[in-house]
């Protein structure tokens, strides 16, 4: 991270990284995302959630390997291992699709990372990173956030508010495709309706550390841990999981 990077993130608890992926890439991805998408449509019994709000297709890096590889891409891995450490490791992935015109948020105000009886506002637990497949703009929704609310003290009480944009001080993040955005687990953050006449799409990937557990449901298949492991790539293996619990860490070269 540069400098700026580095205090805005440690301040405001999330990062924007305009341009992560190039036209290239983004086109790719955008195929690659609805290749993956049209098989999930037409086979219910693939995981996901399935509702009026949200669209969401769990596991993407099992249906392309374009989908796999931005879980290491150059622009922006490099920022989530400064942020979570060494022995950064994946804890899920999903691509989400809010269909146009929502009656209303399909993820009110809420933290990601929650252990009862351990306040942790100093430590990284996880960060999570949305890659931008369309525009997205006030209309569009997107996720809010409360800045710096990752440093906020143990049981600090948010307003209650009915529509999520009313939240006192709260950032709503835009940006264009091929953008992506990053931001600690612990912030305060929620999904805004969309109230636009496009679907959003984003793709997200979410992580921790090596001695955390993996979400239930986004444990890598076998099929796709054998070909990360054949591949020797340190940084792959560890990501998906394979390695000691609690000696396992990246070295500096990798």
Avoid at 118 to 134: E, R
Avoid at 174 to 201: L, Q, W
């Amino acid at each position: 991270m540069t400098d700026e990077q580095k205090i805005t993130f440690e301040a405001q608890g999330f990062l924007t990284i305009p341009n992560a992926l190039s036209s290239e890439e983004l086109r790719n991805v955008r195929e690659a995302a609805e290749r993956a998408y049209r098989k999930w449509i037409s086979d219910p019994s693939l995981p996901g959630g399935r509702g009026e709000t949200l669209e969401q297709v769990q596991c993407p890096i099992e249906y392309d390997d374009v989908l796999l590889r931005l879980l290491w891409h150059p622009n922006v891995f490099p920022l989530v291992r400064h942020a979570v450490g060494d022995d950064v490791m994946m804890i899920d992935n999903d691509m989400f699709v809010t269909p146009p015109n929502t009656k209303h948020t399909h993820a009110h105000w809420h933290h990601d990372v929650g252990m009862p009886g351990v306040y942790h506002p100093m430590s990284v637990m996880m960060v999570k990173v949305f890659f931008l497949l369309t525009d997205v703009n006030e209309n569009s929704g997107g996720t809010a956030m409360v800045p710096g609310s990752h440093r906020f003290p143990e049981g600090f009480q948010f307003p209650t508010v009915e529509d999520p944009r009313a939240m006192p001080a709260a950032v709503q993040m835009t940006g264009k495709a091929g953008a992506a955005y990053m931001f600690n687990g612990r912030i305060y953050h929620c999904a805004v309706k969309n109230e636009s006449d496009a679907p959003r799409k984003v793709l997200i990937y979410n992580y921790g550390h090596f001695w955390m557990k993996m979400w239930s449901g986004y444990e890598p298949s076998a099929e796709l841990l054998n070909r990360v492991e054949q591949s020797g790539d340190p940084v792959q293996m560890q990501l998906l999981g394979i390695g000691d619990a609690y000696g396992q860490r990246l070295a500096a070269t990798a």
